[in-house]
């Protein structure tokens, strides 16, 4: 088994790969976190809720996210297949879903969790865990 440099070193990272990771975290980060720097002013004004709570649900995200951390990235050593990264995008459309069909704070506070969950997932660490990974194992 050579190790990541060796890898890095003989041409074997893909750039294919490399490609496909970097327009996932760009969609992936893009449909989460940035996502109030677009749509919360909208957000604020349709369900007459607070600054406050629009962005303490972001809070929560992170915070969830955070706390998922440990656990994904003993699932992606764990694991011989990406099926962390495969199912990121199918976490991120639910929370995004939930969010857009929100009719009260709980269930747009859930959606943020479940997104909380995702941004987890798609942690740009643990993407390139999984493609150093993919790299010494061909």
Request: glycine share 8%; aromatic share 10%; hydrophobic share 55%.
């Amino acid at each position: 088994m050579k190790s990541a440099s060796q890898s890095i070193e003989s041409g074997k990272l893909n750039f294919f790969k490399v490609l496909n990771l970097g327009i996932a975290q760009i969609v992936l980060w893009g449909g989460s976190y940035f996502l109030l720097s677009v749509l919360a002013k909208d957000i604020i004004a349709e369900m007459s809720w607070s600054y406050q709570q629009v962005y303490g649900c972001l809070s929560l995200a992170l915070l969830v996210s955070g706390l998922l951390l440990p656990l994904v990235g003993r699932t992606i050593q764990q694991t011989d297949r990406n099926a962390v990264l495969l199912f990121s995008g199918l976490v991120m459309a639910m929370g995004l879903i939930i969010i857009g069909s929100s009719s009260n704070f709980l269930m747009f506070a859930s959606g943020w969790v479940i997104i909380g969950t995702a941004m987890a997932m798609v942690y740009m660490m643990h993407c390139l865990l999984q493609l150093v990974k993919d790299t010494i194992s061909t």
